[in-house]
């Protein structure tokens, strides 16, 4: 079922097969289940690009999405999904249905969904903002099951951008895998660092928005646990301004695309 995902907009079908994901994700804990392709980390390695604008740089840094549009410019093609079947199976209220993920290489144009269309450089770049702008974060990286949902084999070719909110896959079931699993497959983007200071009054805004349940209020205040990947997300909310996004590496972003190509061919 998993593998004919994007030929269907039928949203019990789609639920079905991303419940099963969901199935194999919470079963990480027994053995042998770390030799699953999906759960390999020489197969996955997905990593979350902060959207926030206010982020502190080392002076004449980048900001993370240029390491997006950097992958856009030098993947050999480029193929938009014209909806996300995670926002779509779970019935997402808060975010664009229509906005699906964007794949890279020479594998994207192999699935065999009529909903999805490859496009140029500026188009995909629009693409990115779009989501960004509607509050999508951007996971960038391999994912291995992403060949088993979009119907492509695993030839080390396609590079993945999701751009996810609560309803997505992997920010719907990660909190569910043991934190060792959980950082080679998905470790936070080098360098960036999520900093709660004293602003901050406990309302738990931050915490409801935390699509992966990585913050808690502890003594009317917010604390940022292990589980926390470094979106950012908790920063855009915040209405004291109280927690703050930084990035410490003025070279991350030769460093991330180096980090990238050593793993997936998608130029």
Same mark, same amino acid.
């Not at 480029?78 to 779509?88: M, T």
């Not at 088993?148 to 080390?156: E, R, T, V, Y």
């Given at each position: 079922?998993?593998?004919? %995902?994007?030929?269907?907009?039928?949203?019990?079908?789609?639920?079905?097969?991303?419940?099963?994901? !969901?199935?194999?994700?919470?079963?990480?804990?027994?053995?042998?289940?770390?030799?699953?392709?999906?759960?390999?980390?020489?197969?996955?390695?997905?990593?979350?690009?902060? %959207?926030?604008?206010?982020?502190?740089?080392?002076?004449?840094?980048?900001?993370?999405?240029?390491?997006?549009?950097?992958?856009?410019?030098?993947?050999?093609?480029?193929?938009?999904?014209?909806?996300? +079947?995670?926002?779509?199976?779970?019935?997402?209220?808060?975010?664009?249905?229509?906005?699906?993920?964007?794949?890279?290489?020479?594998?994207?144009?192999? +699935?065999?969904?009529?909903?999805?269309?490859?496009? !140029?450089?500026?188009?995909?770049?629009?693409?990115?903002?779009?989501?960004?702008?509607? !509050?999508?974060?951007? %996971?960038?990286?391999?994912?291995?099951?992403?060949?088993?949902?979009? +119907?492509?084999?695993?030839?080390?070719?396609?590079?993945?951008?999701?751009?996810?909110?609560?309803?997505?896959?992997?920010?719907?079931?990660?909190?569910?895998?043991?934190?060792?699993?959980?950082?080679?497959?998905?470790?936070?983007?080098?360098?960036?660092?999520?900093?709660?200071?004293?602003?901050?009054?406990?309302? +738990?805004?931050?915490?409801?928005?935390?699509?992966?349940?990585?913050?808690?209020?502890?003594?009317?205040?917010?604390?940022?646990?292990?589980?926390?990947?470094?979106?950012?997300?908790?920063?855009?909310?915040?209405?004291?301004?109280?927690?703050?996004?930084?990035?410490?590496?003025?070279?991350?972003?030769?460093?991330?695309?180096?980090?990238?190509?050593?793993?997936?061919?998608?130029?």
């Amino acid at each position: 079922m998993a593998n004919r %995902i994007y030929e269907t907009q039928n949203p019990k079908t789609v639920r079905r097969a991303l419940d099963a994901v !969901g199935a194999a994700f919470k079963l990480t804990w027994l053995p042998g289940m770390s030799h699953h392709p999906w759960l390999r980390p020489d197969k996955t390695d997905m990593r979350w690009l902060p %959207i926030n604008q206010d982020i502190e740089m080392p002076e004449n840094a980048p900001m993370p999405l240029a390491v997006l549009d950097r992958l856009i410019e030098e993947a050999s093609h480029r193929v938009i999904y014209d909806y996300c +079947g995670c926002r779509l199976a779970y019935r997402c209220e808060h975010y664009p249905v229509e906005i699906g993920c964007l794949l890279m290489g020479d594998s994207a144009i192999e +699935g065999k969904s009529q909903k999805k269309r490859e496009v !140029g450089v500026e188009e995909a770049k629009a693409f990115a903002r779009k989501a960004v702008d509607a !509050g999508l974060v951007p %996971i960038v990286g391999k994912a291995r099951i992403d060949n088993a949902l979009f +119907g492509i084999k695993d030839h080390g070719r396609m590079l993945t951008t999701c751009f996810c909110c609560e309803c997505c896959c992997i920010t719907r079931n990660i909190r569910h895998v043991p934190l060792d699993k959980v950082e080679p497959l998905f470790p936070p983007l080098e360098g960036v660092t999520i900093e709660v200071t004293d602003d901050c009054k406990g309302c +738990g805004t931050c915490a409801k928005h935390c699509y992966i349940e990585a913050i808690t209020i502890v003594d009317k205040r917010a604390v940022i646990g292990e589980y926390c990947r470094a979106c950012g997300r908790c920063a855009t909310v915040c209405p004291k301004d109280a927690i703050r996004v930084r990035l410490d590496d003025a070279d991350f972003l030769d460093k991330t695309i180096d980090r990238i190509r050593s793993y997936v061919k998608y130029d």
